[in-house]
């Protein structure tokens, strides 16, 4: 769980850290905003980290469709889990979730982040492709955004695939290898993810 949760920190630090801003319905432009905000506040010196890791929290909170993400996550199991277990789940991941936004704070406002184009994939789906430009301490990497527009005007995020590689199918495969050692049984799956919570 740490490799994905290093990951996520990694580029949903990108994200905007001030509720009051309103964000464009466009996809391409409420990405824009987001990393834009995101990248004016981490350069902020008289944040502390306890107040950039709430910024993190209440951003993807309002940002990112974490419901979604999590019963994604859980594959067939969330078919036939009984619902107050399904429900038991999607409480401990949203905090699990969370927490991986905020083990580790870095400020990435030295890096260039670029729009490169968006496809409208369907009336719920929009990907943005961008990239972070290369730097002394990293590579240029690419990341699209899986963008939720089912509500036109309050776009979601529901993925992001880095340099080719879906985080959200990286955390299904993790979660299912630990379901496939464990008879599927989600009481040890959330077990594994009180663990990583409580540490």
């Known amino acids: 769980m740490k490799k994905i949760s290093s990951i996520l920190v990694v580029f949903f630090l990108i994200f905007q850290t001030s509720l009051a801003n309103t964000y ?9 905003e987001l990393v834009n905000d995101a990248i004016n506040k981490l350069s ?24 979604a993400l999590g019963l994604y996550t859980l594959g067939e199991l969330r078919k036939s889990a009984d619902k107050d277990d399904i429900n038991r789940y999607q409480q401990i991941f949203e905090k699990y979730f969370l927490k991986s936004l905020t083990s580790r704070l870095t400020d990435y406002s030295s890096n260039k982040f670029e729009v490169m184009s968006a496809e409208k994939k369907s009336s719920n789906y929009t990907i943005i492709k961008s990239k ?16 939720y527009t089912k509500n036109p005007e309050k776009p979601l995020i529901r993925d992001l695939i880095v340099e080719g590689l879906s985080l959200a199918r990286t955390q299904k495969e993790e979660f299912a290898s630990i379901l496939n050692s464990n008879n599927n049984d989600i009481n040890i799956l959330i077990s594994k993810l009180e663990e990583f919570i409580n540490n």
């Open 24 to 32: 464009s319905s466009d996809p391409q432009m409420f990405v824009e």
């Open 44 to 67: 902020d010196k008289n944040l502390n980290e306890e107040e950039k890791k709430k910024f993190i929290e209440n951003i993807a909170i309002e940002n990112v469709d974490i419901e």
């Open 132 to 147: 972070i430009a290369k730097s002394e301490n990293q590579p240029e990497i690419k990341i699209d955004w899986r963008i």
